[in-house]
């Protein structure tokens, strides 16, 4: 069976897709604090929004 190179991506159906570079790669690196800063903007939201109905 032999077959021909294909440099397009096979996934793309529509011409204009065929023509478009393949997606980048993206790395997977997260930061260790987003939990911390998501976190503290959670609390910090709902400390303001409770205050402000005693008030």
């Known amino acids: 069976m032999t077959r021909r190179l294909v440099t ?5 159906r529509h011409p204009f897709r065929r023509a478009l570079p393949p997606p980048p790669k993206v790395a997977a690196t997260r930061s260790g604090d987003d939990d911390v800063k998501l976190f503290l903007l959670s609390f910090a939201a709902f400390f303001i929004c409770f205050y402000t109905m005693i008030a």
């Open 8 to 12: 397009t991506n096979e996934a793309a």
